[in-house]
């Protein structure tokens, strides 16, 4: 289209505006939601966590007014972690500003600290998005940069076997055992800390094959 077709078309003249839509994706929050994570600012660019790596023992029986056997004690250790940098860089340019109607409004000219606010925003829920996305990897054991690059590898720093955090599903089987195993399994690697629920999220690829199966419906 020439240049002033475009101009006659009337697509760019100052009409009277019905509605204003900003098409813009919000990051699905779900796990900040539940608060499966509990989090707080750091002021250093390491973190370093120590736990006691403790086991409920038995205790042996002596006669009565021997000295007791102590119990072994627990195994200390301590497991460092690199904060995570995330910047994201923006720039407001004359031509972001110069001449361009203000968003949702039919004459007025655009504010520079409104359009300020608007890159701000996008950024802000960028990085929300990105933080979700470093949650759901934390649950499966490996926190993956935006290429796939592994950034935390929880099975290794924790020296847990991956095998030991995944369970396969025959849905040609019945479904309330396996999902049963899968929470004995959960709770053998949590030791002494005891979930007051389960929470499931089922992907697409996992929904696919139950359809119209009642038993997953009944099994969850």
């Known amino acids: 289209m020439e240049m002033q077709q ?7 003249s100052i009409t009277e505006l019905t509605a204003a839509i900003n098409n813009m994706d919000v990051p699905r929050l779900r796990l900040a939601e539940l608060k499966l ?18 086991q409920i023992q ?21 497991v460092s972690f690199k904060a ?25 000219l ?16 960028s990085l929300d998005a990105t933080i979700e996305y470093f949650r759901f990897g934390a649950i499966f054991g490996k ?4 290429n796939g690059t592994v950034i935390v590898d929880l099975f290794k720093a924790f020296e847990i076997s991956e095998a030991n955090g995944e369970n396969t599903i025959d849905f040609n089987n019945p479904l309330a055992t396996q999902l049963l195993q899968v929470k004995r399994d959960s709770e053998k ?13 089922l992907s697409s690829g996992f929904l696919r094959p139950t359809a119209g199966k009642r038993n997953l419906y009944q099994s969850v």
Request: with cysteine.
């Open 6 to 12: 475009a101009l006659e078309s009337g697509k760019f």
């Open 37 to 54: 994570f509990e989090e707080k600012g750091i002021r250093t660019t390491t973190i370093d966590i120590e736990y006691k790596d403790g």
């Open 58 to 78: 038995l205790v042996e029986d002596v006669e009565r007014g021997e000295d007791g056997k102590p119990l072994d004690d627990p195994n200390r250790k301590i």
């Open 84 to 108: 995570v940098h995330l910047p994201v860089p923006a720039s407001v340019s004359a031509d972001d500003v110069l001449n361009t109607r203000a968003f949702g409004t039919s004459d007025e």
């Open 110 to 125: 655009e504010e520079l600290q409104a359009v300020i606010d608007e890159k701000l925003d996008i950024a802000r829920q």
């Open 143 to 146: 926190v993956l940069s935006k």
């Open 189 to 201: 690697q949590q030791k002494g800390i005891k979930d007051q629920k389960v929470p499931c999220f």
